[in-house]
């Protein structure tokens, strides 16, 4: 009885690829966003390339925050459920937050930086997606 665990069984997502292919996604997304900010400052300029780090790291941290959340254990389906459900509202949280400071500061080329983010989002879709191809193929 002393070794007995009490409580529910936790859930883990220990998986070693779901946590590669959440390290793929965030590697992905951090990639997307400084080629855009470079192509940004080689073709348009410094307030254009900072305008797209802004919008791409909003998308970067949103995400991580939602990957990291995801992946921590936690007691039976409707908790993972709940967990999932608030990390998509801190997620929404950070980056209306993110958006924000950055229009408090009335610098960035709105245009780029929604553009940036976005890029991010597709990012989240487009990993998974080819990973599976990739898995289908060989």
């Not at 348009?44 to 990291?68: C, D, E, K, P």
């Not at 967990?83 to 610098?107: E, S």
């Amino acid at each position: 009885r002393a070794f007995k665990a009490t409580g529910p069984p936790r859930m883990l997502a220990r998986d070693p690829a779901t946590r590669r292919l959440a390290a793929r996604i965030l590697g992905a997304q951090a990639a997307t966003t400084i080629v855009i900010a470079a192509l940004c400052l080689v073709f348009a300029g410094r307030t254009q390339a900072l305008s797209a780090l802004a919008g791409g790291g909003i998308g970067l941290v949103a995400n991580a925050y939602m990957s990291f959340s995801a992946l921590r254990p936690i007691s039976g389906a409707a908790g993972a459920l709940g967990r999932l459900m608030f990390a998509q509202l801190v997620k929404v949280a950070l980056t209306v937050g993110g958006m924000l400071i950055v229009a408090q500061g009335k610098w960035a080329s709105w245009p780029v930086l929604i553009l940036a983010y976005a890029a991010t989002l597709f990012g989240f879709w487009l990993v998974p997606v080819l990973q599976m191809r990739t898995r289908r193929a060989g």
